[in-house]
């Protein structure tokens, strides 16, 4: 099994990240990106092509930068590119999930807490900590929230646990998306909960459209789960599902997600004019901003997932 460091680099010997397939399914090819995080970036980002492994149903970007190219683009992306304006519809999930537990889960692990909003609206009744790479992130979590933070897994205490841990829009991010679980069901309470937010690569829409899903054009997605490849993480683990469903990770409304699914298949028939003429209309209008195609919030993309150990110690 590849770990975050073992970096794909020789396109003739394409491996999937997760359990070590040979000879993936190509899909298309990835367009290059000059953001990251939110953030320009000096130099561009190739795009290298997507791939769907048969046997585990991962689908992964190949291929990818090594771990400390990633660790300093995170460290400088813009600390508020996972929040906004946008209303969080997966942090609406985890909170009424939370509340329906009641209130014997007090410890709460934000892995990639960012500044540590969600953990916000938890309220008192949780003691709230976090992992976050971005400092500036992290110090908003630490002063604005009370959130205690540290960098990497790494650096807790070993004989830390949890009684809830989230991972929200981290999965994706990472290259073995079932060596981040095992990581973190490991740091679970007894009787404790994994929540996780991510994209669903078995969505009709991605199905159709492969490399050229809105999903994909994020530099900084480079491993995609589904609900086949949970299945097959969790038969071969001491891991239960206990949830997992399908949610639009946006509010729209009607004018406005016609409009998004447009642009949203235009991309996925011609990314590369798409890009073209968005590109150009910045120029004219001089707004260098940084943002993704659209898409976001046209159907039911993502996924929902609750899992919990097998085995209690």
Not at 6 to 31: F, I, K, N, R, Y
Not at 35 to 46: D, I, S
Not at 87 to 101: F, S, T
Request: aromatic content about 10%; some cysteine; overall charge neutral.
């Amino acid at each position: 099994m590849m770990t975050r460091n073992s970096v794909m680099t020789d396109e003739t010997q394409v491996v999937c990240p997760c359990c070590g397939e040979l000879a993936p399914v190509l899909l298309g090819t990835l367009q290059d990106a000059t953001q990251f995080a939110g953030m320009h970036t000096a130099t561009v980002l190739r795009g290298g092509k997507l791939y769907r492994c048969a046997t585990c149903h991962l689908k992964f970007r190949f291929p990818i930068e090594d771990s400390n190219t990633y660790n300093k683009l995170y460290d400088h992306g813009d600390a508020s590119n996972w929040t906004g304006d946008v209303p969080r519809l997966d942090w609406d999930l985890i909170v009424q999930y939370l509340g329906d537990a009641g209130s014997d889960r007090p410890d709460v692990l934000d892995f990639g807490c960012n500044t540590g909003e969600l953990l916000g609206r938890l309220g008192s009744g949780y003691r709230k900590f976090g992992i976050e790479i971005n400092q500036a992130a992290a110090d908003t979590a630490v002063n604005e929230y009370g959130v205690q933070v540290w960098s990497s897994i790494e650096v807790m205490p070993a004989d830390k646990r949890f009684d809830v841990i989230v991972a929200v829009d981290v999965v994706e991010h990472m290259p073995d998306p079932e060596l981040l679980i095992r990581q973190l069901v490991s740091r679970l309470a007894v009787g404790g909960r994994l929540i996780l937010t991510t994209g669903d690569a078995d969505n009709r829409w991605w199905n159709r459209f492969g490399a050229n899903w809105w999903y994909c054009f994020h530099p900084e997605h480079i491993a995609f789960v589904s609900r086949p490849w949970l299945d097959y993480v969790t038969q071969r683990s001491k891991l239960s599902v206990i949830e997992c469903k399908r949610f639009r990770y946006r509010k729209l409304g009607v004018l406005a997600r016609g409009i998004h699914a447009l642009f949203m298949i235009f991309y996925g028939v011609l990314p590369s004019i798409y890009l073209s003429l968005r590109n150009t209309g910045r120029r004219l209008l001089s707004r260098p901003d940084v943002s993704s195609v659209l898409g976001n919030g046209v159907s039911a993309d993502h996924l929902f997932i609750v899992l919990s150990s097998k085995i209690e110690t």
